[in-house]
C-alpha cells in the first residue's frame, strides 16, 4: 500500500462521525482511567532535582512569539542546569495541583488532561551534569539518569542531522497513547500529536525567552529512537525531538 494510501486510511478511520451523548458532561460517569493522572518514574535510578519553580525572564509571551525561530546555528557552549529545569518546568511541568495528584494540570494543554507525553533529556552540554540519557520525573520534578554517555553520534545516525552534535541537551518527546485512547479511542491517536505541539511550542518559547537556540526534528528513525530509550515502540514510543542550544 502506498504512502499516500496509509496517510488516508488513517485520516478516513479516525473521524468522527456522531458525538455521543454526554460527550460535552462534566466526565462525572467516565471510567475511573479517564481522569486519572499518570506519572512514569525510575525509582532505581540517580536523581538530581530541578529548580521547583524557575525564576520568569521578564520577556513577554508577545515577544517571545515574535522572536521566535527555528535556531541550529549551536556554538557548543554549555547551558546551566537552572536553564534546563526552566525548559523542562515551562515546557510540561506541574503549574497546578488542588488536594491530590489527580487535580493537578500541567503547562500545556492536553485532550481530556491526559497527558500522554514524557520527557527525555538527552544531555551533551549541560554544566555539571553527566552527559547522558535522563527521563524527567515530572511528579518529582528531578531528572533520572537512565544511560550514560556521549549519545550525539547516534541521535545524528537516528536523524540525519550533524548540526545536532553541537546543541547542549536533545529534548526527546515520546507518547504513552494509552492515556489519551483510553478515553478517546482511536481519535485520540490525533489528539496525542495536537499535544506534542502544545508542548514543543512551549519549548520553543522558553528557549528564546533565555536567548537560546531551538529546532526540531520530525523525521527520525522510530525503532532505532525508541531502542535508545528503551521503549517498546507500541504503547509508548518516540513522536517529537527538539534540539536546544546557545547560538
Known amino acids: 500500500m502506498s504512502e499516500g494510501l496509509w496517510s488516508d486510511m488513517f485520516h478516513q478511520s479516525t473521524k468522527l462521525l456522531h458525538l455521543e451523548e454526554g460527550a460535552q458532561s462534566d466526565g462525572c460517569d467516565a471510567p475511573i482511567a479517564w ?3 499518570h506519572f512514569k518514574s525510575y525509582p532505581r535510578f540517580d536523581q538530581i532535582a530541578l529548580d521547583r519553580v524557575p525564576s520568569s525572564s521578564g520577556l513577554s509571551v508577545e515577544d517571545a512569539i515574535t522572536n521566535r525561530r527555528s535556531r541550529r546555528d549551536f556554538t557548543g557552549e554549555p547551558i546551566s542546569l537552572g536553564e534546563l529545569s526552566k525548559i523542562l518546568f515551562y515546557s510540561t511541568g506541574i503549574t497546578y495541583r488542588n488536594r ?3 487535580d493537578s494540570r500541567r503547562a500545556y494543554p492536553s485532550a481530556g488532561a491526559g497527558y500522554p507525553l514524557e520527557s527525555y533529556p538527552v544531555v551533551l552540554r549541560v554544566r555539571n551534569v553527566d552527559r547522558g540519557i535522563y527521563h524527567h520525573d515530572v511528579k518529582r520534578n528531578t531528572l533520572e539518569l537512565m544511560r550514560g554517555g556521549d549519545f550525539s553520534s547516534r541521535i545524528v545516525q537516528c536523524t540525519g542531522q ?13 507518547a504513552v ?4 485512547i483510553a478515553k478517546y479511542g482511536d481519535r485520540g491517536y490525533r489528539y496525542v500529536f495536537l499535544d506534542a505541539g502544545h508542548m514543543v511550542q512551549n519549548t520553543y518559547l522558553v528557549a528564546v525567552s533565555m536567548n537560546l537556540g531551538c529546532c526540531t526534528i520530525g523525521g527520525f528513525l522510530d525503532h532505532e529512537m525508541d531502542t535508545m530509550l528503551e521503549l517498546d515502540g507500541r504503547d509508548e514510543s518516540v513522536v517529537y ?7
Not at 550533524?162 to 541537551?169: K, L, Q
Open 241 to 247: 525531538i527538539a534540539a536546544i542550544g546557545r547560538c
Open 162 to 174: 550533524e548540526w545536532v552534535r553541537a546543541a547542549s541537551v536533545v529534548l526527546v518527546v515520546s
Open 177 to 180: 497513547f494509552g492515556r489519551t
Open 100 to 102: 491530590t495528584w489527580d
Open 35 to 37: 481522569p486519572m493522572a
